[in-house]
């Protein structure tokens, strides 16, 4: 059992929000990860050299932490982690990148986590994660979060991402899950938006197309706002009953991991932003584009200055 949960000391990026600024708690999953490119994913049990390697921050909600601070929102972070030299990275590297960490729950007796991530030549990628199941589940951390104008949830913690969608709802701002295998539906029974992975909604609405799992997630999920990432297939969304497609740009793939979770984010502080969904779906795709013409993970999520100068180019 871990002792009580301490929040990490104030950082540097701890002040005041500027109120032009938009807020977004992020909860979920902080991983550190040790990336490995290869020519190609290993299949067997066998010594291999990588090309190329890097030791970076990971996790779905640390990766779209990063994306909206990037981006020119103020990112909260709520997560768990061990009192242990690997969480210490997660959260220095964190602060570096001006997310708040205030809400980052430390526990002593516990393990962060962390992975080994294998990425080919084509960009795709193979995840090996360990995470201490020994982490508290207490969440009432949650409801100190200061103003926020979003909430971002990933599905790695139910029991978080169900108390930090409910305060979505006290607060009356969008409450967005990135939707991810193996995820319960009372998460995604809280949610004003759900973001689903091509797998993620396959595995909560077998079909054989993703137009049709839509529909037939909507049935359990009514009133919420859908879409689904497909990568280079771009984003297909259901709203209000009405399905439309959204394309992705096409670039040069370097590496895909982290992209959803850079979508996620830039896709939660566009509307914390006041943007509509359907531009907040063209902002994201754009930002989960450029993410992927970089190896590293998240190094190559970019900021703003870079993503406003790609949507530019791209409509000339």
Known sequence: MSA??????????????????PSVLVVGVAV??????MPELPTRAAKYRAKQAEIVGGGC?????????RLGGRALLGARLGQDPVGDLIVNDLIADGVNTDLVQ?????RSSFSSVFVDDQGERQIVNYRDTSLSDATDWINTSPKIQAILVDTRWGAGAIAALRLAKQRGVPGIVDAEAPMDTAVLCEATHVAFSRDGLLSYAPAEDLETA???ASQTLPGAWLCVTDGAAGVTVLNGGHLSQVPSFQVPVRDTLGAGDVWHGAFALALAEGQ???????????????KCTMFGG??????????ETFLKETQR
């Open 32 to 37: 550190l990860d040790f990336v490995f490119a």
């Open 298 to 307: 998240r190094k190559g999520s970019p900021d703003r200055a870079a993503l």
């Open 214 to 216: 839509l529909q037939l």
């Open 61 to 69: 909600a640390a990766n779209a932490a990063v994306a909206i601070a």
């Open 4 to 21: 009580t949960p301490q929040p990490s000391p104030p950082g540097p990026n701890s002040s005041e929000p500027n109120s032009k600024q």
């Open 106 to 110: 430390r526990h002593a007796n516990a």
């Open 276 to 290: 509509t969904e359907d531009q907040a779906v063209r902002f994201s795709n754009a930002a989960a584009a450029i």
